[in-house]
């Protein structure tokens, strides 16, 4: 059996992507694979939740902010749209110099850029895209992406790199039509393999919800867990921090590697 490379982890705001992300990306570790966790998200937040300590947090930059870089490799200032850039820049070095690691993980953040289906033709734009293009695609580590709630970082060019891509749920309505959102915008770029995986469930009963009514297959789930919240009170990675959401996520990655 094939040996997943590349997942992606998507769903609405606060609902635990960057809680699963985290999780998934140490038990990878664990296993001894080489792991690069990406964020994706605007609002941030997974260097924290891997742990990270915070002096190596502050030296990353978001690369949708290297405006030197981008002109750099783009020919053209951040911010400017239309005119003449390269839309195919070298990115290939990127993820070594401008990642931190810890632990076994290395950690590259993309920052806040409008790309996808927003009609932003930019220099910032064209280099994120290639930049993702060049890690589905050309490097052999074990990705873990954090997304927004949509599929804007990935194109038609790239979504058959994406071995799974996992919508986290959230007992009630309003996460079910994310989720039903994000099946559609994957589908339409490719991506069939699309899984949901439950996160603050109380009990069976919400779980038993969840399965029932999620529009993709369900793989597991992680349970309401105060663990998680005083780690990011206290601002520690959550792998250590709550013991019983790493074993619910090891499960999930074992039903996971079972399809």
């Known amino acids: 059996m094939a040996l997943l490379t590349k997942i992606a982890i998507s769903g609405k705001g606060g609902v635990g992507k960057t809680t699963l992300s985290a999780l998934l990306a140490h038990i990878y570790a664990e296993q001894g694979r080489d792991v690069i966790a990406i964020d994706a998200d605007p609002a941030g937040g997974l260097a924290e939740a891997l742990g990270f300590p915070p002096d190596m947090i502050a030296q990353v930059t978001p690369v949708a902010e290297m405006d030197e870089l981008i002109y750099e490799r783009t020919g053209a200032k951040p911010g400017t749209s239309g005119g003449f850039f390269t839309i195919n820049p070298r990115v290939d070095d990127i993820p070594d110099r401008f990642s931190i690691s810890h632990q076994g993980i290395r ?64 007992p009630g309505r309003r996460s079910l039509d994310t989720a039903r959102r994000v099946r559609q915008l994957a589908g339409d770029i490719g991506i069939n393999q699309v899984y949901a995986v439950g996160n603050k469930v109380r009990g069976e009963s919400d779980w038993a919800f969840l399965q029932a009514e999620s529009p993709v297959p369900t793989l597991g789930y992680l349970s309401a867990n105060p663990e998680l919240t005083e780690a990011d009170m206290r601002g520690e990675g959550i792998f250590d921090a709550a013991p019983q959401a790493a074993e619910e996520a090891r499960k999930i990655m074992e039903a996971l590697e079972a399809l």
């Open 107 to 170: 950690f590259l953040r993309l920052g806040d850029i409008e790309i996808g289906g927003s009609g932003c033709i930019c220099p910032e734009s064209a280099l994120l895209k290639a930049l993702i293009t060049h890690l589905l695609l050309y490097r052999n580590e074990m990705m873990i992406l954090d997304m927004e709630a949509g599929v804007e970082h990935l194109g038609r060019a790239t979504a058959r790199a994406v071995d799974a891509f996992l919508v986290i749920l959230e």
